[in-house]
């Protein structure tokens, strides 16, 4: 690879040009669940007969390993997803919350987010959470329509979801998102209409929209190979994500990532730390970090995890220094899933080669082509190219790129 040699210097040209290292993120993962539904691939097990008390206090233990002499950790946001994080009884989220507070030191207006099941939200543990100093809450909503719950696995209905956010909304909570699910199996353009419309009348912030992948080892995958799951036509799926966009503008909500929309000031902090490939902690079965150029992927088993947490040893199983080449990559793959794009001066400051010369000629085939746009010296996705996003980052993997010179 012609740029391994380069590290050095791609770090020093950082530092010249004044590259503040911002503080990570932290990603803690409660893998376990109640019901699986039909989509999910994520790391996540049956909540029954699992060793949850271990596993929070294995994971307290996994995050102190990380502290240097005692310190706190300092961190720009906290996220504990899932699985389904909600399961967790009140005395299992006291011990999780009592580590979390020792460990790390969240910097001021920081954001702390925890996903939670419609089903799973109580007074009692929205008092817990917020006296935490959780500030965001995502709901796994996916629709307000009943029938396409079940279809999909869900175990809450619509009116769980709406009082989930009433109480919410009641309790204080300002900064509330939820997910929504379109191209569902015999999911139709009234179902999206009626789900996005529920969820604007309910006053929500932040929301995600996502469209069904189909993941091996799950239900929905087994059923697509047996020709058993009816899904909605490629045309019937960009005319629902057509409508998501416009009807999130007419509200309010800015498109500023892919599959993210939201008033100004509401945006997911932690999720941005993905796409501007910052530092993050990544604690829990399964987990994934970056921390300082290496990326590394923690045990996934709950039994393989709480194992060398035993001996007071990192549960990590892989651990793998970045390329330069792999950085650039990254750079594009997850850099313009932002609607505002990414920045050709950055780059050249980041890696010290212009994009031309790593790229050449792969930024003017796509505006020609009518996926990607440019405005002064930042690129991002046309309206085109919202639709063709894996094609348009694919781009930017070098073997690709340079196959199709």
């Known amino acids: 690879m012609f740029l391994a040699d ?19 993120a932290a990603y803690i993962h409660i893998p376990f669940c109640e019901h699986i539904c039909y989509y999910c691939d ?30 706190k950790i300092s961190v720009s946001s906290l996220y504990i997803g899932g699985g389904t994080p909600s399961v967790l009884s009140l005395q299992q989220f006291e011990r999780l919350m009592e580590g979390i507070r020792d460990i790390f030191s969240l910097k001021d207006n920081g954001e702390f987010t925890v996903e939670m099941n419609p089903n799973n939200v109580t007074d009692d ?36 979801a709406i009082r989930a956010v009433k109480l919410l909304q009641k309790k204080g909570a300002e900064n509330i998102s939820i997910d929504l699910m379109f191209a569902l199996p015999q999911q139709d353009l ?9 969820g604007l009348d309910l006053d929500i912030p932040h929301f995600s929209a996502y469209s069904l992948i189909l993941e091996k080892k799950t239900v929905f995958y087994n059923l697509q190979r047996l020709g058993k799951l009816p899904l909605p036509s490629e045309d019937l799926e960009v005319e629902m994500f057509s409508y998501i966009m416009e009807e999130m503008e007419k509200a309010g909500r800015h498109h500023y990532e892919i599959s993210n929309y939201s008033r100004p000031g509401f945006e997911s902090q932690h999720n ?33 995890y709480l194992a060398p947490l035993k001996e007071n040893k ?55 082509s009518g996926l990607l746009a440019v405005e002064g010296e930042r690129i991002f996705l046309s309206q085109e190219g919202i639709f063709l996003g894996n094609n348009v980052f694919a781009q930017f993997l070098r073997e690709h790129a340079n196959s199709s010179e």
């Open 6 to 24: 380069h590290r050095l210097d791609q770090l020093l040209r950082q530092e010249a040009h004044g590259k503040v290292k911002r503080l990570p």
């Open 42 to 71: 994520f790391n996540k097990v049956f909540l029954e007969g699992q060793p949850v008390d271990d596993y929070v206090d294995a994971l307290v233990k996994e995050m102190r390993l990380y502290q240097e002499n005692g310190q």
């Open 125 to 160: 543990l929205l008092s817990l959470l917020m006296d935490a100093g959780v500030n965001r809450f995502s709901l796994g909503v996916q629709s307000f329509d009943d029938q396409l719950l079940k279809r999909i696995g869900r175990a809450h209905t619509s009116q769980e």
């Open 190 to 198: 009234r179902q999206v209409k009626d789900s996005v419309q529920i």
């Open 272 to 304: 941005l730390s993905y796409w501007d490939r910052r530092d993050y902690y990544g604690f829990g079965a399964g987990a994934h970090g970056l921390l300082n150029h290496h990326r590394y992927h923690n045990h996934g088993p709950i039994q393989h």
């Open 314 to 368: 990192k549960p990590v199983i892989h651990e793998k220094a970045l390329t330069i080449e792999e950085e650039m990559e990254e750079y594009f793959f997850l850099g313009l899933r932002r609607m505002s794009g990414v920045s050709l001066t950055d780059f050249q400051q980041q890696f010290g080669y212009a994009v031309e010369e790593i790229y050449p000629g792969v930024v003017k085939k796509l505006v020609d």
